[in-house]
């Protein structure tokens, strides 16, 4: 099993691990058409993604990403493997190194920032540009993004296993299971 405490680390600018760096486009609501693409804001949830429009014109659309708040929910880091259009509370951060699960990793580190930012202390490009991140690196100083890869492959495998064995004692004949407060043995069928 990879631990992190194995691993040697070092600081990395942003610029660096992510080449691509760009704040979405401000799009007024009043302006949003209503469709199926899914807009990223600096909501906290949702992966932040506040709503669904069909803007083509005067729009920034990434993919394949992570978008990092700049005001609002100063912070909040979400990965994206789907096309959306970013506002321009968040920034894309790109990298053609990366995949999903090197992206997972990474995001957990870049929501630090949160600790370090608030709503009155916004992220802005002169502040991104200058942040750095500590990352696992590999004999040759680099940051090794095989392990990061197979580190959140292990967690989520494990994250799975534990559901699979949850599921297995607990669903019983097509999802229902006895109750103690129903007595005389009746199946319940959770939920109704």
């Not at 401000?26 to 993604?49: E, M």
């Not at 202390?121 to 002169?126: A, F, L, S």
């Not at 197979?150 to 004949?173: A, P, S």
Request: glycine residues 6%; negative net charge; proline residues 3%.
């Amino acid at each position: 099993m990879l631990e992190l405490h194995d691993r040697e680390w070092n600081e990395f600018y942003l610029r660096d691990i992510f080449p691509d760096i760009q704040r979405g486009k401000r799009l007024k609501n009043a302006d949003h058409i209503q469709g199926k693409t899914p807009y990223v804001s600096s909501s906290a949830i949702n992966n932040g993604v506040d709503a669904f429009i069909g803007n083509d014109d005067k729009v920034r659309k990434y993919k394949e990403c992570l978008t990092l708040a700049n005001s609002g929910s100063v912070g909040k880091t979400f990965y994206h493997s789907y096309e959306f259009i970013a506002s321009d509370h968040v920034t894309s951060l790109k990298s053609d190194r990366l995949n999903k699960y090197s992206y997972l990793f990474i995001a957990t580190i870049v929501q630090r920032l949160e600790e370090k930012y608030s709503f009155n202390r916004e992220i802005n490009d002169v502040r991104i540009n200058k942040e750095k991140i500590v990352l696992p690196v590999d004999e040759s100083g680099t940051p090794d993004y095989d392990f990061m890869e197979q580190y959140i492959k292990e967690r989520e495998q494990q994250i799975v296993q534990k559901y699979i064995e949850y599921t297995g004692k607990n669903i019983q004949f097509g999802g229902g299971e006895t109750s103690a407060v129903e007595g005389k043995g009746m199946e319940r069928i959770l939920p109704t």
